[in-house]
């Protein structure tokens, strides 16, 4: 049998969050979303320390955190892709462009290349459809793209991160 491994978590970084919300009816989501920002995603560990702290069962909690497309369950890279999929994105060449992307950084979509730079979640819209086709890394948004566009992007970001 394959043992099942993942990094270990600093657990004493989520109980001022627990402390904060502690009796709080209806705070399960405010507590995965502030657990996110402290780690950067869900890990499996705070799911069993909110889970001694609220009495919620791990199923329930999961079961939430798995109902909204913003939580996450593993580390994302230091740049994220939000790659848009919505209509205006998609009739003008959408597919192209996350063609580009994941042959660039040989990736799919909810995946995260090996040396943990970039990860590409693909979305149905970012409301930026005037600029359609439109990726968000980060927090800056890429509009009107080729790709060419997202791959000389993709690469200055690389080499960015290179000379940092």
Not at 33 to 41: A, L, P, V
Not at 127 to 152: E, F, H, Q
Request: hydrophobic share 40%.
């Amino acid at each position: 049998m394959q043992e099942c491994s993942h990094p270990t978590v600093d657990l004493s970084l989520l109980e001022p969050t627990l402390k904060e919300y502690e009796g709080i009816r209806g705070s399960l989501i405010s507590i995965l979303q502030k657990t996110q920002e402290i780690y950067g995603y869900i890990p499996i560990d705070a799911v069993y320390r909110i889970s001694e702290s609220t009495g919620a069962s791990p199923a329930k909690i999961l079961g939430v955190a798995t109902f909204y497309s913003q939580f996450r369950f593993q580390a994302v890279g230091k740049y994220l892709i939000m790659l848009c999929k919505g209509t205006a994105c998609y009739v003008n060449g959408a597919d192209r462009i996350a063609a580009a992307v994941m042959d660039e950084l040989g990736i799919h979509d909810n995946e995260t290349t090996a040396d943990g730079l970039f990860s590409l979640s693909l979305v149905s819209c970012l409301g930026c459809c005037s600029l359609a086709p439109v990726m968000m890394i980060n927090d800056k948004v890429y509009g009107s793209l080729t790709p060419d566009k997202a791959r000389k992007i993709l690469r200055e970001l690389r080499k960015e991160a290179e000379n940092a």
